[in-house]
């Protein structure tokens, strides 16, 4: 059972961080969580391998992306609110501040891949190298998608105006 106890202090240890990553894939906090416990039961089932890994945290996040890649590309009906206010809804610690209002609605409008590397690049701070490595793509692919995402953000949030401030400044869990 050393296994599976090893894999609950994994949850344990790892689960928020991944909710706010999976959260910035989604941009949704229930698809978010849903997400992180598809990816979790996904890589319960291979624990046994995973585990003893040098980086499963890495091995965690690109389950993420892909599952939620292989999500976008299934037809979905829209879930569609039957009441106008969300009394229930929980409390959305990103949506503190405007400026990461902004950030986060302009990155919901990027596609999956080219966010993934955004989240992976600047909220996790991961390399060039690992977020290559953890999307199973080239280094030149993460380069030219976080260009091109960079350049997509930025005409979103008009620089010009002054609520407008660097993006890896303005990126959740971002030191300004």
């Known amino acids: 059972m050393r296994s599976d106890d090893d894999f609950r202090h994994f949850v344990e240890t790892h689960r928020d961080a991944l909710v706010r990553t999976a959260y910035l894939i989604t941009g949704d906090r229930g698809h978010a969580e849903d997400l ?10 291979r624990w046994s391998r995973v585990g003893p890994m040098a980086a499963p945290v890495a091995y965690v996040r690109r389950i993420m992306v892909n599952t939620a890649t292989s999500w976008r590309r299934r037809r979905r009906v829209p879930e569609v609110p ?6 229930g809804e929980a409390v959305d610690p990103y949506a503190a501040s405007g400026d990461r209002h902004q950030v986060l609605v302009a990155l ?4 999956p891949k080219m966010r993934a590397v955004l989240v992976l690049r600047y909220f996790e701070d991961l390399s060039e190298a690992d977020t290559a490595l953890a999307l199973g793509c080239s280094v030149g692919s993460v380069k030219s998608q976080a260009s091109r995402g960079l350049a997509r953000l930025r005409d979103e949030l008009t620089p010009g105006t002054s609520t ?7 990126l959740p869990g971002r030191a300004s």
């Open 164 to 170: 407008a401030v660097p993006l890896t400044a303005s």
């Open 82 to 87: 039957l009441l106008a206010t969300h009394a």
């Open 108 to 111: 919901r409008r990027l596609p």
């Open 36 to 45: 992180v416990q598809s990816a979790l039961e996904k890589a319960h089932r």
